[in-house]
């Protein structure tokens, strides 16, 4: 076995290709988007290394082309969950003890087929099977995945590099285990980079998965295990299974080695798991390791002396980038009264220049929402609003299900800070802004933390350092990823690490050393160099 004091690659932020007209990029992509519409593909399970196909599927649609098919994904029961159980566990040893650099180079083999000939492949999957435009499609399936995989080969690196201090005579060390048994994954549609982390983190600590991708994310989860096993990813370490969540989860959840759990999704799912956890607590071999980030209502507070084009600019782009379906989206803003003149003629004039409709055409900014049922909620708050008198919809306010589940950028202007769409989370475009009196600021941010229990993302836009000063103060509890003068959402791994508190989730921040820890179980291992050989300590010598 080789030996030495390895140094991985320094990780840099992947470069955000442009898909500018005639570019190299640009050619490649539509070509990847016309080879995934010309045909119709089968998508199995991924278990022990085998594509295991059970002839009961679902139907796999692009949410702006609802007629058009895409894949045939099939459908598990309870015996695949244990089938996906007993392989990661027969899996575990020999990958538990594989050298740490064999793990980091398979990840970083990844990272590369990612960048370089996977690329085009996994942002078309994106763009038709979770109707992202080109450039959302960039920054998440290639970009921010890269990333996660090669900062968190170096975040890892450095987690095994600190040590203990060691006094004369003795050897301390520290060793970081997998966890013991299997880590269950949960991933939502919205986000390909966090699929693909989800998985791959507590894999990378030597840890073995159990993954269960949203049904409407799994035409790109059958690319993301398709680079795995490129990559060299050894059978059994990471299984994918299409089951639904509750049969899945009564028989996760039951097992004795049940270690862990990664889950991005909804707050009352994740509350309701935890629950089940606790109620089987006695059941498992450990104390399971729970992580979860869980959704938000994401606020921007624009003070009297903000720049109304800035203000502008971060709640278009904040709030209806990706249709509004980021968990970091802005989806309720706070305007001074001063300002909001000026703040709402550049927002009307920008919106009216959306295009928006299938991402295969790349002049569209806005695309569909993901399900039906997605589309019928934000129609639902929509009518509530025009019925309202209360309420006025300042632009869109539309929308249309004939073809795709288009719904037009929606912008409302409500007169009580706590009217529904002002407090619950209904990820999709629509934006909800409170006027406020310029002299009311300390009143309103009391207003902003007390408003929602989630505390994802938040930004405070304003030229005035004392303001920003303030808000970020008594913000602290409200958002875990706090931004100056920007939008609430494009959270970069290495840069900012991502995470909320309250109901966002447990705040163990993606893309950091904070999350790669909470899949690793340390050993203390001491080692003495001349043990003593009487049990006697000098202070019980006589005195002579």
């Given at each position: 076995?080789?030996?030495?004091?390895?140094?991985?690659?320094?990780?840099?932020?992947?470069?955000?290709?442009?898909?500018?007209?005639?570019?190299?990029?640009?050619?490649?992509?539509?070509?990847?988007l016309?080879?995934?519409?010309?045909?119709?593909?089968?998508i199995?399970?991924?278990?022990?290394?085998?594509?295991?196909?059970?002839?009961?599927?679902?139907?796999?649609?692009?949410?702006h082309d609802?007629?058009?098919?895409?894949?045939?994904?099939?459908e598990?029961?309870?015996?695949?969950?244990?089938?996906a159980i007993?392989?990661?566990l027969?899996?575990?040893?020999?990958?538990?003890?594989?050298?740490?650099?064999q793990?980091?180079?398979?990840?970083?083999?990844?990272?590369?087929?990612?960048?370089?000939?996977?690329?085009?492949?996994?942002?078309?999957?994106?763009?038709?099977g979770?109707?992202?435009?080109?450039?959302?499609?960039?920054?998440?399936?290639?970009?921010?995945?890269i990333?996660?995989?090669?900062?968190?080969?170096q975040?890892?690196?450095?987690?095994?590099?600190q040590?203990?201090?060691?006094?004369?005579?003795?050897?301390?060390?520290?060793?970081?285990?997998p966890?013991?048994?299997?880590?269950f994954?949960?991933?939502?549609?919205?986000?390909?980079?966090i699929?693909?982390?989800?998985c791959a983190?507590?894999?990378?600590?030597?840890?073995?998965?159990?993954?269960?991708?949203?049904?409407?994310?799994?035409?790109?989860?059958?690319?993301?295990?398709?680079?795995f096993?490129?990559?060299?990813?050894?059978?059994?370490?990471?299984?994918?299974?299409?089951?639904?969540g509750?049969?899945?989860g009564?028989?996760i959840?039951?097992?004795?080695?049940?270690?862990?759990?990664?889950?991005?999704?909804?707050?009352?799912?994740?509350?309701?798991?935890?629950?089940?956890?606790?109620?089987n607590?006695?059941?498992?071999?450990s104390?399971?390791?729970?992580?979860?980030?869980?959704?938000?209502k994401?606020f921007?507070?624009?003070h009297s002396s903000?720049?109304?084009?800035?203000?502008?600019?971060?709640?278009?782009?904040?709030?209806?980038?990706?249709?509004?379906?980021?968990c970091?989206?802005?989806?309720?803003?706070?305007?001074?009264k001063?300002?909001?003149?000026?703040?709402?003629?550049?927002m009307?004039?920008?919106?009216?220049?959306?295009?928006?409709?299938?991402?295969?055409?790349?002049?569209?900014?806005?695309?569909?929402?993901?399900?039906?049922?997605?589309f019928d909620?934000?129609?639902?708050?929509?009518?509530?609003?025009?019925?309202?008198?209360?309420?006025?919809?300042?632009?869109?306010?539309?929308?249309d299900k004939?073809?795709?589940?288009f719904?037009?950028?929606?912008?409302?202007?409500?007169?009580?800070?706590?009217y529904?769409?002002?407090?619950e989370?209904?990820?999709?475009?629509v934006?909800?802004?409170?006027?406020?009196?310029?002299?009311?600021?300390?009143?309103?941010?009391?207003i902003?933390?007390?408003?929602?229990?989630?505390?994802?993302?938040?930004?405070?836009i304003?030229q005035?350092?004392?303001?920003?000063t303030?808000?970020?103060?008594r913000?602290?509890?409200?958002?875990?990823?706090f931004?100056?003068?920007?939008?609430?959402?494009?959270?970069?791994?290495g840069?900012?690490?991502?995470?909320?508190?309250?109901?966002?989730?447990?705040?163990?921040?993606?893309?950091?050393?904070?999350?790669?820890?909470?899949?690793?179980?340390p050993?203390?291992?001491?080692?003495?160099?001349?043990?003593?050989?009487?049990?006697?300590?000098?202070?019980?010598?006589?005195?002579?």
């Amino acid at each position: 076995m080789l030996k030495g004091f390895f140094n991985v690659p320094a990780p840099q932020n992947e470069p955000v290709l442009n898909y500018g007209p005639r570019s190299i990029e640009r050619a490649a992509l539509k070509a990847a988007l016309a080879e995934g519409r010309a045909q119709v593909i089968d998508i199995p399970m991924y278990i022990g290394g085998e594509e295991v196909r059970t002839g009961k599927t679902l139907e796999v649609r692009p949410p702006h082309d609802h007629k058009h098919l895409l894949a045939n994904a099939h459908e598990g029961d309870a015996s695949h969950v244990k089938a996906a159980i007993d392989a990661a566990l027969a899996a575990k040893e020999n990958w538990e003890i594989m050298p740490w650099e064999q793990r980091a180079a398979i990840f970083l083999k990844a990272a590369d087929l990612l960048a370089g000939p996977y690329r085009a492949k996994i942002n078309a999957a994106t763009m038709l099977g979770q109707s992202k435009n080109a450039y959302q499609a960039e920054i998440d399936a290639a970009c921010e995945f890269i990333d996660f995989l090669r900062f968190n080969v170096q975040y890892m690196t450095e987690i095994y590099a600190q040590q203990p201090i060691s006094s004369k005579g003795v050897w301390n060390r520290v060793e970081h285990r997998p966890l013991e048994g299997f880590i269950f994954a949960i991933t939502p549609f919205n986000f390909t980079a966090i699929a693909g982390n989800l998985c791959a983190a507590p894999a990378l600590m030597g840890n073995v998965v159990v993954w269960k991708p949203a049904p409407t994310q799994l035409y790109t989860a059958n690319v993301i295990m398709q680079v795995f096993n490129e990559a060299g990813l050894p059978p059994g370490v990471i299984n994918m299974i299409n089951v639904d969540g509750p049969v899945a989860g009564d028989v996760i959840f039951t097992h004795r080695d049940f270690a862990g759990l990664h889950f991005t999704g909804s707050t009352h799912v994740f509350q309701n798991l935890w629950k089940i956890i606790g109620n089987n607590i006695s059941n498992y071999r450990s104390y399971p390791r729970i992580v979860g980030e869980t959704g938000g209502k994401d606020f921007v507070l624009a003070h009297s002396s903000a720049n109304a084009e800035v203000v502008a600019t971060a709640l278009v782009r904040g709030a209806f980038e990706y249709q509004g379906q980021k968990c970091s989206a802005a989806s309720r803003a706070y305007i001074a009264k001063s300002i909001w003149p000026a703040v709402k003629e550049k927002m009307i004039a920008d919106i009216a220049s959306f295009k928006v409709g299938p991402t295969e055409d790349f002049e569209n900014f806005v695309n569909a929402v993901i399900t039906e049922a997605s589309f019928d909620k934000l129609a639902k708050y929509i009518d509530e609003a025009k019925a309202n008198p209360d309420v006025e919809i300042i632009t869109g306010g539309t929308y249309d299900k004939s073809v795709g589940y288009f719904v037009q950028p929606t912008v409302i202007q409500v007169q009580d800070p706590y009217y529904v769409t002002m407090c619950e989370e209904l990820f999709g475009p629509v934006l909800s802004i409170y006027v406020y009196e310029d002299e009311q600021f300390e009143e309103i941010m009391n207003i902003i933390d007390n408003t929602s229990p989630y505390a994802l993302t938040g930004s405070i836009i304003a030229q005035d350092r004392y303001a920003v000063t303030q808000a970020t103060t008594r913000l602290r509890n409200a958002a875990g990823n706090f931004y100056i003068n920007d939008k609430p959402t494009g959270a970069v791994v290495g840069q900012q690490p991502f995470g909320g508190a309250r109901g966002s989730g447990t705040n163990d921040k993606a893309g950091s050393m904070q999350n790669l820890l909470r899949w690793s179980s340390p050993r203390t291992i001491k080692e003495t160099f001349d043990p003593p050989k009487d049990y006697r300590y000098p202070f019980l010598d006589k005195e002579v």
